[in-house]
T-cell receptor, first 115, second 115 residues
């Protein structure tokens, strides 16, 4: 069965520090992988996606993620965190059923940023 | 800008009083989804429409229904809201598998309070 694990429920970093959010997935075929960000009281915004090709993908807001098939991981990184990055981050794997895509979400990682 | 719009952003209803949440999209996507998200949890898929075809998740309560009168609009009806239905409701859209794109685009959500 498809599943996504985000091991860290809460992470706190200082502004300007680097960030890595972990994501592990279980999927029987080549996965379609996504990171979404959700600010309080808002919907989900797509940060980046991986379908194929280069395993290091760049996203919006200075984020990047690296797909490692051998580790079944898709970790999100940012070299220098800004206070506005405080939010909930969801990793998701996409699978197909019929003609539509279905997202399986991880439980999320809540990021707090200290000034 | 093309987008997913949800109205209202905040909805208060009484226990047992039917309520309808609205979603519209200007992306012209085939597929529309409704998710329920409770505090500090991942979004949970309730159902989706692939064009006019309605697809219910197996564990979605009968209390939740949906309508899609045309490509642009989709409604979530909660027939008899209980206190446990208080949550954020997210609408999302995507193209179908044949398009070769797989991401979902989310609206800002409707926060439902049940009194």
């Amino acid at each position: 069965a498809q599943s996504v694990t985000q091991p860290d429920i809460h992470i706190t970093v200082s502004e300007g520090a680097s960030l890595e959010l972990r994501c592990n997935y279980s999927y029987g075929a080549t996965p379609y992988l996504f990171w979404y960000v959700q600010s309080p009281g808002q919907g989900l915004q797509l940060l980046l996606k991986y379908f194929s090709g280069d395993t290091l993908v760049q996203g919006i807001k200075g984020f990047e993620a690296e797909f490692k098939r051998s580790q079944s991981s898709f970790n999100l990184r940012k070299p220098s965190v800004h206070w506005s990055d405080a939010a909930e981050y969801f990793c998701a794997v996409g699978g197909f059923s019929g003609g539509y895509n279905k997202l399986i979400f991880g439980a999320g990682t809540r990021l707090a940023v200290h000034p | 800008d093309a987008m997913v719009i949800q109205n209202p952003r905040y909805q208060v209803t009484q226990f047992g009083k039917p309520v309808t949440l609205s979603c519209s999209q200007t992306l012209n996507h085939n597929v529309m989804y409704w998710y329920q998200q409770k505090s500090s949890q991942a979004p949970k898929l309730l159902f989706h429409y692939y064009d006019k075809d309605f697809n219910n998740e197996a564990d979605t309560p009968d209390n939740f229904q949906s309508r899609r009168p045309n490509t642009s609009f989709c409604f979530l009806d909660i027939r008899s809201p209980g206190l446990g239905d208080a949550a954020m409701y997210l609408c999302a859209t995507s193209r179908d598998r044949a398009s070769g794109t797989y991401e979902q685009y989310f609206g800002p959500g409707t926060r439902l309070t049940v009194t």
